[in-house]
């Protein structure tokens, strides 16, 4: 097949450019799973514990709805997993969807693939290639994760069930991710598309699991995660699950060679109309310049987070509607606070707002260095604008951003549960809980300044350092790690509102920390070379 | 004579590589100064060290009586600058770029804008992604020559021109000379440095190996004299400064050194000239007379 030709050589090149990306990826899910596996089993050990623990997550909404059901409440390999499972396949989807898009719409725009198009590759080589890298990590990612789980004792059926799970998410990913670059000529439209995506049929099976037995649980089987997790791991192993998964990537894959085949080299389905012949009064300065670039972004992701705190504090008047027993209760409050089940999951849901919104501020921060690195700061640097007044027009988006996020959220959610309470105190109190987040999101927008003045070349590490931080919190408890180590983790000083004493001295800590950070990293800027 | 930019022992390092290794550059306000050279030999480099993007390991550099590193703010509101590599934002038109960065530099000329996009026929309404290289090099160069600036550098603004846009150019440079703007203009292109620059400087490997007005450099290199005489030209062989003589009956052809060409011309007029073409060294032969060696063959290899 002609259209065909160099793929191999295409997967050859992308595997050499991904050569530490990808194993770093799959060693950290791997890590992540079996180091969960491996502490539960030793905490879980008896089924009366289990059943308590599972049957407390399954009653409890806000659970469900973030992490998924439980299926057999006695299952060891389940009350192991159940955080990994939904929101570790969602880890999975973001690494397909990026590697496709990656290898296919970057190329496209950057201008590569017309020089590697013109060789003797076929008309579909890119996308196969893209195709086959992040479906065949998948793959290995899915083996490797089941040897790993059978390695510290789980059941092998389940395990090897369990790793196809992420394989699965990670392959319809890809299919869904080849099908956003071919609508879009920006590769960063096209990872908004398939991550958007992402968020919703993650929404969609939260609303089928959280849904009462009339209620619209087919909405699970909306979402190729809810279809994951009806594969079901260590409760029954549903294998045909499996092929609903692998059905909708053919479907996905057929409909990018369908666009792919009607398409011009670095046409989207999407046209640019003609725009303004003048810049317009707004487009003056950096700022001006660097509002217009990310606006967008700032925009969708405010939307976004007004709707999940919504959501949010819609969901808090149904936590603790079944809970039973002493250890439930103990359980909850150990997610996340002192007073109070709602207060305990509003605090715990914020937290991971906070997180997300560092995913933002992580994102706009490393925005000076691709506008850098794309050649694009050094017309603006040419002119009267000094190199600390251009970086700063991209950092206040990211600081400000963030901010005026989580302002959003905990407005939203707190004007939601005040419908519920009829209190107007708790718009206060739950917006709040979200302001005290803010610091903690700054240290990280100040780690990745720091590294774009200081090592520039190490400024994606930023990510890196993020789900370290998500990972001390998510899994530091169960793995009972030192103090010390929990304490690296910026988001471990913030108290724990609403409900907690307000603290402000870890407060004023995490803004020196993420101040002197800037400063290292704005001092750092001014010395060093362009380009 | 003041100077525009004056630069004297340049270095600049990246990791092992010298991209600079000791450069002098000197170019006088007023003067269209040509920067000349073959891809690599450091003319990017060097203008962006001009620009305080790249900061110098050693040696002086004076920009409009300024230090480039230091005095960004204020040097740049005096300099439009096109790069070499005109990458713009491919969500913004061609009319927004212009426009944000003549505002940047503190204002353009509105007239000046609408008579340049009409010169170089371009569409401002246009999205920079839909660009091609030509047209995203005229939106920096209408960007450039607009604003009202004393100092042009241009890093090979002409690569993705065709050869009316490039005559539109060249117009507006000497226009622009004219007027008392001083340019800096790196280019391998040798007849648009011929046709625009008072001076040159050609650059090697990151030193300057020549540099000055086209008549001072053709002074150091040969004409070329063909000439129909009267009788065999003997005795011009042996003639200080006559090189590559070839005869054949009553014709000669010689490469004479500048400063003894009025002598010899003294003597083939006493055997009697009955056609004579002198040819002053182009550009080009002034370039390869550097580079000689370098065409040659690889000679940095030498074994230690």
Known sequence: MTALLGTGALVRLALRRDRILLPVWIVVLVVSAAGSAAATIGLYSSVADRVQLATTVDNTSSLVALYGRIYDVTSLGEVSLFKMGGLGAAMVAVLTLLTVVRHTRTEEESGRLELLGATPVGRYAPLAAALAVAMGTSLVLGLVTALALIGVGLPAAGSVAFGMEWAGVGIAFAALAALAAQLTRSARIANGIAGATLAVVYVLRAVGDTASAGGPTWLSWLSPIGWAQQLRPYAGNRWWALAITLGFAVAATAGAVALAARRDLDAGLIHDRPGPAHASARLRGPFGLAWRLQRGLVLVWTASFVFGGVVIGGLAASVGDFLTGPQAQEFITELGGQQGL?????????????????????????????????????????????????????????????????????????????????????????????????????????????????????????????????????????????????????????????????????????????????????????????? | MTTAVSVAGLVKRFGRTRALDGLDLEVRTGEVHGLLGPNGAGKSTTIRVLLGLLRADAGTVRLLEGDPWRDIATLHRRLAYVPGDVSLWPNLTGGEVIDLLGRLRGGLDPNRRADLLARFELDPTTKCRAYSKGNRQKVALVAALASDVELLLLDEPTAGLDPLMDAVFREYITQDRDRGRTVLLSSHILSEVEALADRVTIIRAGKAVDSGTLTDLRHLTRTAVVADLAAPPDGIAAMPGVHGVEVRGNRLRADVDTDRLGDVLRQLTALGVRSLTCQPPTLEELFLRHYADQLAGPREKVPA
């Open chain 1, 342 to 531: 709602i207060n305990a999951f509003l605090s715990a849901e914020l937290a991971i707002l906070a997180v997300i919104a560092s995913v933002y501020g992580i994102q706009a921060a490393l925005r000076m260095r691709s506008e850098e690195t794309a050649l694009h700061a050094e017309p603006v640097l040419a002119t009267a604008t000094g190199r600390i007044r251009w970086a700063w027009s991209h950092i206040v988006i990211a600081l400000a951003g963030s901010a005026v996020m989580l302002t959003g959220a905990g407005l939203a959610a707190g004007v939601a549960r005040a419908a519920d309470t009829h209190d107007a105190r708790d718009i206060a109190r739950v917006l709040g809980g979200a302001l005290v987040q803010v610091p903690a999101v700054w240290v990280l927008i100040g780690i990745v300044v720091a590294l774009y003045g200081l090592a520039p070349r190490l400024v994606s590490a930023g990510w890196a350092v993020l789900v370290v931080f998500l990972l001390l919190g998510e899994l530091g408890p169960l793995l009972k790690l030192r103090q010390w180590a929990m304490d690296l983790s910026p988001f471990t000083h913030v108290p724990r509102l609403p409900g907690a004493p307000v603290t402000v001295v870890p407060l004023i800590w995490l803004a020196v920390v993420a101040a002197g950070l800037t400063a290292a990293g704005l001092a750092g800027f001014r010395r060093r070379d362009i380009g």
